[in-house]
């Protein structure tokens, strides 16, 4: 009986680069669930966000050799791409609706079909956003789901943009702190 080979995203993304079909397959797998749960959350509509995550696999087949990694983690990698290409949908007004913040929580991306390996980083991930004040739980979702500036998320919760900022970086040094402990 043969073993499974055990996923890699260092040797998928490689193989990605290097134009092998079996790479990106690899990285479809182990990452889509993922980017599908970001992008319907940020999108709000189904089709959209299959379509944006479609788009998102077929620019990294074509940009995989770009990756650094150095940089970031595959993973955050491949978020960050998602990210852009969901806001790019959303500015162009190709996505006509988002979802309340009140209806979907950060700990809510995620469908039941989430890849096991990405389990642990969530629940760790998810506790620490837990902890953060409301407010400050509340303008990370502003910035990173609806892709708000600071002056737009100061003018939503009434508070000034210097200070929306400052909160914003605070949210996210508390995480990367926690993070690594």
């Given at each position: 009986?043969?073993?499974?080979?055990?996923?890699?995203?260092?040797?998928?993304?490689?193989?990605?680069?290097?134009?092998?079909?079996?790479?990106?397959?690899?990285?479809?797998?182990?990452?889509?669930?993922?980017?599908?749960?970001?992008?319907?959350?940020?999108?709000?509509?189904?089709?959209?966000?299959?379509?944006?995550?479609?788009?998102?696999?077929?620019?990294?087949?074509?940009?995989?050799?770009?990756?650094?990694?150095?940089?970031?983690?595959?993973?955050?990698?491949?978020?960050?791409?998602?990210?852009?290409?969901?806001?790019?949908?959303?500015?162009?007004?190709?996505?006509?609706?988002?979802?309340?913040?009140?209806?979907?929580?950060?700990?809510?991306?995620?469908?039941?079909?989430?890849?096991?390996?990405?389990t642990p980083d969530r629940e760790q991930i998810q506790r620490i956003i837990d902890l953060l004040p409301?407010?400050?739980?509340?303008?990370?979702?502003?910035?990173?789901?609806?892709?708000?500036?600071?002056?737009?998320?100061?003018?939503?919760?009434?508070?000034?943009?210097?200070?929306?900022?400052?909160?914003?970086?605070?949210?996210?040094?508390?995480?990367?702190?926690?993070?690594?402990?």
């Open positions: 009986m043969a073993d499974t080979p055990v996923y890699d995203d260092k040797a998928a993304i490689e193989a990605a680069g290097r134009g092998d079909a079996d790479g990106i397959a690899a990285l479809y797998e182990a990452y889509s669930p993922l980017l599908f749960g970001v992008a319907q959350r940020i999108l709000g509509d189904r089709t959209l966000a299959e379509e944006v995550v479609r788009d998102v696999f077929l620019e990294i087949w074509t940009k995989a050799s770009n990756y650094d990694p150095s940089g970031c983690d595959v993973r955050v990698w491949l978020l960050m791409h998602l990210r852009q290409r969901a806001l790019e949908r959303l500015r162009t007004g190709k996505a006509s609706k988002m979802v309340s913040m009140e209806d979907t929580q950060i700990s809510y991306v995620l469908g039941d079909d989430e890849a096991p390996s990405l409301p407010k400050q739980r509340n303008m990370l979702q502003l910035a990173y789901f609806e892709g708000l500036t600071s002056e737009k998320i100061g003018a939503r919760t009434k508070v000034p943009t210097t200070r929306v900022a400052s909160e914003i970086a605070n949210s996210l040094q508390t995480i990367r702190e926690s993070f690594d402990r």
